[in-house]
């Protein structure tokens, strides 16, 4: 049986087994060892599923679920429940074109590295086979609650007995004067990709607008494209939400090699151009020249439907502990969801979420109680991966620092009270499943907290 990432659509495939981390052809997903990591996005073992649903085995009551939108949250809730149980009626309904497909792997389709085909999970058919039906480029645009109803685009009317909200986000536009041009972009879509690929055909200069995960990786898609690339990056490094100053810079270095620039602690004023964009204008008076512009300044929950459905709403749809909205009928997971004044946007959370929601729609009452971040960077020959509380302070704080910036290596792990609560790792690939582990236990460290000061301590072993 052949397992899938839920992160990033890798699939494993035992006859080929895994070469680059000396798994032999012929060995079963379930005899790996348990180090062993998604060779594409670093993701564990349990975040893989089997390519084909299990057979459902539990019969229940029945009723319809209408699920609004097809990224990882909302797909998520129905592969669960396709899983669970027999006799639900399941729909998704979506405003891309697309069905669901990994949206991490955009920077390598950009950087074209690899075709639609690699990027969708499962084909039309493999919905079917599940009776979950999927309502493409017809996105539910009104929702009645006293009626129970909610409207496609189309005009479509489906009734339900549970709605979930998994609309997502969109990308954050910051107002800055210019962005209309044209040659400026965000990325969010396979559409968005494909435009910004037309775009690069006639460009070299490309500035990327924020020093996050999705701005780094698009801008190695587009440095593969054989543009020349400079990330502006208001803070004073990169990765700020995931990294420490001194694992940023041994970051940037790395990606320097690579052949990226960088502009730290600077903002775009404004993007100038006559109809196309010749011009990035930084606060400090600094000009950039670019022809392409890529806007990556994080994420806005797409809340619109909830809002006029009278759902209590913040930044993001607010939920409580079963992930149920305002309305008892209507749950909420993904970038959507705001849950205790929290929203992700990033992927692990989502799936959790997506299988609380599943288990309180079958009855359950699962309560959820938050995750744990946990971000790789997916550039090549770059490992990086930060989890927890990377930047807790304050007593009782210890940061236990390995920095080897020579090589391109940085280790940091971050303990509370001598219990582990966020780790750091560029370049300890094979470390990374038990820093990924201590950090979900919080274990307790003070026993063996002399030789973590040890250069040579291996979390690995
Ligand atoms: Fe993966």
Redesign the pocket.
């Known amino acids: 049986m052949r397992y899938v990432?839920r992160?990033?659509?890798?699939t494993y495939d035992p006859e080929a087994g895994d070469p680059s981390q000396g798994i032999a052809p012929g060995t079963a997903f379930a005899d790996l060892p348990e180090a062993w990591v998604?060779?594409?996005?670093?993701?564990d073992r349990s975040?893989f599923q089997p390519e084909s649903a299990p057979e459902a085995t539990e019969e229940g009551p029945g009723g319809r679920v209408v699920i609004v939108g097809n990224g990882v949250a909302g797909f998520t809730v129905a592969w669960e429940l396709v899983k669970r149980r027999r006799g639900l009626e399941i729909h998704i309904a979506a405003e891309e074109r697309y069905h669901y497909y990994a949206r991490p792997q955009l920077p390598r389709f950009l950087a074209g590295e690899l075709g639609i085909e690699d990027l969708l999970f499962y084909e039309p058919s493999w919905y079917e086979a599940q009776g979950i039906r999927v309502w493409l480029r017809d996105p539910v645009v009104r929702v009645d609650r006293e009626g129970r109803q909610a409207e496609l685009r189309s005009g479509q009317i489906l009734s339900y007995d549970w709605l979930v909200i998994a609309s997502g986000s969109r990308p954050a536009t910051p107002p800055i004067v210019g962005r209309e041009l044209s040659g400026v972009f965000t990325l969010r879509t396979i559409d968005d990709a494909l435009a910004i690929r037309e775009s690069a055909l006639d460009a070299q200069q490309a500035v990327v607008v924020g020093g996050g995960l999705l701005g780094l990786e698009a801008g190695k898609g587009l440095l593969s494209l054989g543009l020349s690339v400079t990330v502006v990056e208001v803070n004073d490094h990169l990765l700020p939400r995931q990294l420490d100053r001194e694992g940023g810079e041994v970051l940037q270095r790395l990606l320097e090699q690579q052949g990226m620039r960088f502009v730290l602690g600077n903002s775009v004023a404004r993007l100038v151009g006559m109809d196309r964009v010749r011009e990035v204008h930084l606060e400090n008076g600094q000009r950039l020249r670019a022809d392409l512009v890529l806007i990556s300044a994080g994420i806005r929950p797409e809340i619109e439907l909830a809002r006029d459905a009278g759902l209590t709403c913040d930044r993001g749809v607010i939920v409580d502990d079963y992930l149920r909205t305002s309305d008892a009928r209507i749950y909420a997971c993904g970038d959507v969801a705001q849950h205790r004044g929290r929203i992700y946007g990033i992927i692990p959370p989502a799936l959790d979420q997506a299988q609380v929601v599943a288990a309180n729609i079958l009855g359950e009452k699962v309560e959820y109680h938050g995750s744990i971040p946990t971000a790789s960077l997916k550039v090549a020959g770059i490992d990086l991966t930060s989890v927890g509380d990377v930047l807790a302070e304050g007593p009782g704080v210890e940061h236990i620092r390995l920095m080897q910036p020579e090589e391109g290596r940085y280790r940091k792990l971050v303990l509370r009270e001598g219990k582990a609560v966020g780790a750091i790792a560029i370049g300890f690939r094979d470390q990374v499943p038990r820093l990924l582990q201590i950090v979900a236990e919080q274990a307790d460290l003070r026993s063996i907290r002399r030789e973590l000061e040890n250069p040579d301590f291996d979390f690995a072993s």
């Open positions: 990432c992160i990033c659509g890798y998604c060779p594409v996005c670093g993701a975040l």
